[in-house]
């Protein structure tokens, strides 16, 4: 892995991470209308998977969704402002947390309805295919969606068509307060790719080395015309599904045992003990990070509501 690449990939996470402590904070004030579902965990998957895309390719995110626009270079004050409702945000402050999207940057948005953003990844993968571009199209789901009509619709669809589509099953274990043993016997969601006679691959989603790795193979498969591929990433979410569920659901010991393989700790650790930055050279991250984090949260901040007339503009007739 490119030492340039792995130290951006950090930087990343970290932005995620320290952004949504900020959010946290600022829902505990009040200042966030509406829920939060928070990503932080699973940082790994977004970044590892977007630091393979180029700024044309198109991803479609979820309701836990701050961290893939931002992995695919949302910006951090607009993000932020949308968070806090303001105009200056990604939807002029009307949608919220869980509707960010910038088609600028490949952003098709987020989704609330669990599942709904897989045929739209697909449909984009057929618009990729009838234009003759070399996009794909990413779709992030959970475990839960996995068990969606729309999951099994769009592999299937996409596998017959051939479509440029990576479709990133993010396994957090729940959905809500149900665990996956509970409503699947399958344990590795990516055997179900088998069914549609595509490749699925299961790897470790706390591993940003191990999901960028797998993406490359995938992207260049899609970009070749070959299809589509599943991916399956393990992971966990370190809070409780939304911003009110304390998660008494989950044994302590699971949730410290993944407390252990914090994604981002981890490449920290990969980090230094290959030498390829020092310690110094963490601290300025962090220190540029914190920088940002705390520029965005001023600048939503500062940012006016919207009016009220303007919940009539935009909307389709
Ligand atoms: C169609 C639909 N059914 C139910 C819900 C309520 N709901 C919101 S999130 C969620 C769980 C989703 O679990 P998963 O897909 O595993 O994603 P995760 O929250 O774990 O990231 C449910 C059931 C919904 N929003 N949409
Ligand atoms: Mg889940």
Redesign the pocket.
């Known amino acids: 892995m490119n030492m340039e690449k792995t130290v951006e990939m950090y930087r990343k996470m970290l932005e995620i991470r320290l952004f949504e402590e900020k959010v946290f904070e600022l829902y505990g004030q009040n200042l966030v209308p509406g829920t939060i ?1 928070l990503y932080a965990g ?1 940082e790994a998957v977004a970044v590892g998977v977007c630091s393979n895309l180029h700024k044309d390719d198109y991803i479609v995110s ?3 969704g701050h961290g893939h626009c931002i992995a695919k270079g949302a910006s951090l004050n607009k993000t932020m402002a949308e968070i806090l409702g303001r105009k200056t945000g990604y939807c002029k402050g009307k949608g919220g947390s869980m509707h960010i999207a910038d088609f600028n940057i490949g952003v098709l948005g987020a989704t ?5 953003g897989i045929p739209i990844a697909t449909g984009a993968g057929l618009s990729i295919k009838l234009r003759r571009t070399d996009q794909v199209a990413v779709c992030f ?6 068990n ?1 009509g729309t999951f099994h619709e769009s592999l299937n669809m996409a596998a017959i068509w051939r479509l440029p589509v990576i479709f990133v099953c ?7 307060g ?1 665990r ?1 043993t509970q409503v699947m016997l399958t344990k590795d969601i990516a055997d179900r790719a088998s069914a549609y006679g595509i490749p699925g691959v299961t790897i470790d989603g706390n591993d940003v080395l191990a999901v960028s790795q797998a993406t490359e193979e995938a992207v260049l498969r899609a970009r070749s015309g070959d299809g589509p591929t599943l991916i399956e990433c393990k992971t966990y ?1 370190h809070k409780g ?2 911003r009110f569920d304390p998660a008494a659901y989950r044994p302590k010991e699971e949730v410290e045992d993944w407390l252990r393989k914090d994604p981002i700790n981890r490449l920290k650790r990969h980090i230094l003990q290959e030498g390829i930055i020092s310690d110094s050279g963490i601290t300025e991250i962090e220190k540029e990070v914190t920088r940002s984090v705390d520029e965005a949260v001023q600048f939503a901040k500062e940012s006016a509501f919207p009016t009220p007339e303007s919940a009539l503009e935009d909307v389709y007739v």
């Not at 609330?112 to 709904?116: K, L, Q, S």
């Not at 789901?141 to 996995?146: L, Q, R």
Request: aromatic share 6%; net charge negative.
């Open positions: 579902h699973e979820t309701h836990r609330a309805v669990v599942g709904a789901f959970g475990d839960g969606a996995s969606q993010e396994n957090n274990l729940y959905a809500m149900t996956q979410r599904h939304s």
